[in-house]
Nanobody, 126 residues
Framework: QVQLVESGGGLVQPGGSLRLSCAAS????????IGWFRQAPGKEREGISC????????YVADTVMGRFTISRANAKNTVYLQMNSLKPEDTAVYYC???????????????????WGQGTQVTVSS
């Protein structure tokens, strides 16, 4: 049974940083992409970054380019999202997802994924 567990969310002041983790079990991620998504109240789920677990190739949405960095630790079956220079508009529930191969652009489409974590809340506020 595939399970994804996000952690690392919390309350942070504008300009601060957080690192989210997505730990997978029940699946070896080597042949898949891992995507990070977020959903703010009243808004659609938004793809923000994805990574190829095989090659480490990444794709980042323009909205977070230069501030967010995705990375992987294959030995731990875990993907990270380092978030810097956080803004109030980054406030959302952040999710990770898997089960598709890595294709730039496509890997940011939430409709392509079947396996999701439960999400972790990120709140950016002073």
């Amino acid at each position: 049974q595939v399970q994804l567990v996000e952690s690392g969310g919390g309350l942070v002041q504008p300009g601060g940083s957080l690192r989210l983790s997505c730990a997978a079990s029940g699946v070896t991620l080597d042949n898949y992409a891992i995507g990070w998504f977020r959903q703010a109240p009243g808004k659609e789920r938004e793809g923000i970054s994805c990574i190829s677990m095989s090659y480490g190739s990444t794709y980042v949405a323009d909205t977070v380019m230069g501030r967010f960095t995705i990375s992987r630790a294959n030995a731990k079956n875990t993907v990270y999202l380092q978030m810097n220079s956080l803004k109030p508009e980054d406030t959302a529930v952040y999710y990770c997802a898997t089960d598709i191969p890595f294709v730039r652009g496509v890997c940011l489409d939430p409709g392509k994924y079947d396996y999701w974590g439960q999400g972790t809340q990120v709140t950016v506020s002073s």
